[in-house]
């Protein structure tokens, strides 16, 4: 807003006059100029510096103008033969601050404008915008990357000064020996103790900032890189962080690990990892003592803010994240800790919603369905309570409902979900009066027929319970059913990425692990409460169903496939299918089902070429499970030569 741009371009002028401030006195110095403010300021100047990219909060809360700050600081680093060839520099631990710089742009967010012309891109190495691929050996750290010739005439080994200054990064080479190092590391050192809670790790750059807000002409000529000063005052540096000798580096990346998951999977800021934290230490403390006596010593107040850190956006989904679905055995303390907190909060939905994930584990599926209920009448809002009661609503075949619930959680319009809902919360073509025979041909009145399903038969519904049943595989407290299968699908690498998208994607994951690793029965175990009748019904038909290896006999638009059983010798007709992709005489490794009118192929029908005929109906022999299968349709697909089965040749 208008406003807000010019109150920050005041508050900027101000700190850029006198320094970094404490919010209280900015507070006054705003009053001073003229401007009206709150009667509580704190809040109101929160928001703000969240909004404007040129402030920035220190250690200590103190709150400084960025480009004052750094404005003439000169930080170096010695640059190697890699990074002269490829024209990538490193940024952790030596030029941290640079990173703060990128983030502030607001013209061209994460680039640096070079005083010799063009650019350098801020990024992390590996990403897309980064220019640097995964194979680099900068791969995952953050990286500058720029125009060809802008490190200069360096070589390796060489000092390298970075000096920001006027809007614009110099670059060039240190010739003389740095001095004044001694001193420049007594102050990072004492800025890092003053930054420091407890002795933990610092970011390197919040240090050299808060030592530039006591100090500013720490940096005004070329030092030894940060590492080398900070290590000469007894600090340790690793990447990004500076600690005190014989910390425990692993714990430090994992927690860090975990806090950017929390940022990019829950979309949460830095009031959401406060409030995170907050609710983790509180639960932790709970499991030592109990979550009665854990909450009976706190006040009104105190449980208030635990209610309304539980329901910051975001929060509650990474709560949970980190409880339950990291440790389902935990599930009992958590559901008393939240249980606690609803009495204390009538408009608090996080509690609420914590509670109905508590049920969903424990597979009272009934009780998560009231608990969220009971969430969005705290606050209708509520995003992660739109979504689960959508999830809900759609179980119970109410796609009108569920439709209208998404909607009002502002869920992208082209979203799958959506997509799939509005066909069913369209009039379907069984449609009749209430007591009038239901034009399927079932016999029933239409109004205990498929009226209650708006007009949709089974039959056409039965791509929807599928549907179902996936989106129930990929909720968190089931994807573990997937995970091997997803690794064996991708190529049998834990750590080859490509499984996650398997797991996520591929259809044939999804119905092994559905079939074969018992994700349906779990399904109907759990949903069958809320499923129309006819679908559990129909869903108990399809369980214990295998795949099959079929030749496509006939393939016409109009009336769908015919397929050759190769074991059995039967054919079965197949209704609803893609005839464009299968043709005749073509081998198909596929799963039928029936669909309440005829049958159906469910689960990514996978063609198979006619040299892998008999190894593929000596794999079928073998009754393979999940993962066995996922593992040879991955060596299938990769080879021209037909993998071998134990027991069967190749």
């Known amino acids: 807003m208008d406003w807000e741009r010019r109150i920050a371009g005041l508050c900027e002028q101000v700190l850029a006059r006198e320094g970094p401030l404490p919010p209280e006195r900015l507070a006054d110095r705003l009053a001073a100029a003229g401007l009206t403010l709150p009667p509580d300021p704190a809040p109101w100047l929160e ?127 240190v010739d003389a020996a740095p001095a004044g190092s001694e001193v420049a590391g007594r102050r990072l050192a004492h800025a890092f103790e003053a930054a420091s809670e407890d002795g933990d790790p610092v970011e390197s750059c919040d240090v050299v900032l808060a030592a530039l807000a006591d100090a500013p002409d720490l940096l005004r000529r070329p030092l030894p890189p940060l590492a080398e000063l900070l290590a000469g005052a007894g600090l340790e540096v690793h990447g990004e962080w500076v600690g005190r000798p014989g910390t425990d580096w692993d714990e430090v990346e994992a927690e860090a690990l975990a806090e950017g998951e929390a940022r990019t999977l829950f979309g949460l800021d830095d009031d959401g990892i406060e409030a995170l934290e907050l609710l983790l230490a509180a639960v932790g403390l709970a499991g030592r003592v109990g979550a009665a006596a854990a909450v009976a010593g706190e006040d009104a107040e105190t449980l208030d803010a635990f209610a ?208 074969e690793g018992g994700g349906l029965a779990a399904f109907l175990d759990a949903r069958g409460v809320l499923l129309p009748a006819d679908e559990l019904a129909l869903g108990r038909e399809w369980t214990g169903r295998r795949r099959g290896l079929y030749e496509v006999a006939g393939a016409d638009p109009g009336q769908g496939l015919v397929l050759h059983d190769l074991r059995a010798g039967t054919r079965v007709q197949i209704g609803q299918a893609d005839t464009a992709r299968l043709r005749p005489g073509q081998l198909a490794w596929a799963r039928v089902v029936p669909d309440g009118r005829g049958h159906r192929l469910l689960g990514g029908a996978l063609v198979v070429p006619g040299h892998l005929r008999e190894p593929r109906l000596g794999l079928l022999d073998s009754d393979p499970g999940a993962v066995e299968a996922a593992a040879w349709a991955a060596a299938a697909e990769r080879s021209p030569t037909p993998p071998a089965w134990p027991g069967h040749p190749a």
């Not at 909004?51 to 640059?79: C, F, K, M, Q, W």
């Not at 500058?144 to 006027?166: E, M, T």
């Not at 009749?432 to 027929?449: D, L, Q």
Request: aromatic share 4%; with cysteine; glycine share 12%.
């Open 308 to 515: 309304h850190a539980m329901s910051w956006p975001g929060v509650a989904e990474a709560f949970v994240n980190a409880t339950i679905d990291a440790d389902p055995d935990e599930e009992p303390l958590v559901r008393d800790f939240a249980g606690a907190l609803v009495p204390a909060c009538a408009d608090a939905p996080g509690p609420r919603f914590v509670l109905a994930c508590c049920a969903e584990r424990r597979g009272d599926t009934l009780a998560a369905e009231e608990h969220l209920a009971e969430a969005l009448e705290a606050d209708p809002d509520d995003q992660a309570a739109l979504l689960d009661a959508a999830w809900y609503a759609e179980d119970r075949g109410d796609a009108p409902g569920a439709l209208d619930l998404l909607r009002r959680a502002e869920v992208d319009p082209d979203d799958e979900t959506l997509v799939r809902l509005a066909r069913f919360a369209a009039p379907g073509p069984a449609t009749a009066a209430r007591n009038e025979p239901c034009p399927c041909g079932s016999g029933r009145k239409h109004k205990v027929c498929c009226g209650p399903r708006n007009g949709h038969p089974l039959a056409d519904r039965a791509g929807w319970l599928a549907a179902k049943a996936v989106v129930f595989l990929l909720r968190p407290a089931q994807r573990l059913r997937l995970h091997d299968i997803a690794v064996a699908r991708a190529g049998g690498d834990p750590d080859d990425p490509a499984w996650v998208g398997a797991a996520l994607h591929d259809p044939l994951v999804h119905d092994l692990g559905l079939f």
């Open 47 to 173: 928001m703000l510096l969240g909004g404007a990219s040129g402030l920035y909060e220190l250690p200590d809360g103190r709150i400084a103008n960025l480009d004052a700050l750094l404005d003439g600081a000169t930080v170096t680093h010695r640059v190697s033969a890699g990074e002269l060839a490829d024209g990538v520099v490193a940024l952790e631990p030596d030029l941290t601050v640079l990173l703060a710089v990128g983030d502030a742009d607001d013209a061209d967010d994460g680039a640096l404008a070079l005083a010799t012309g063009g650019s350098a891109t801020v990024a992390v190495g590996g990403e897309p915008d980064s220019g640097v691929g995964d194979g680099h050996p900068l791969a995952d750290r953050w990286v500058a990357v720029g125009p060809p010739g802008w490190l200069g005439g360096a070589a390796a080994g060489d000092l390298l000064a970075f000096r920001l200054a006027d809007g614009f990064l110099h670059v060039g080479r």
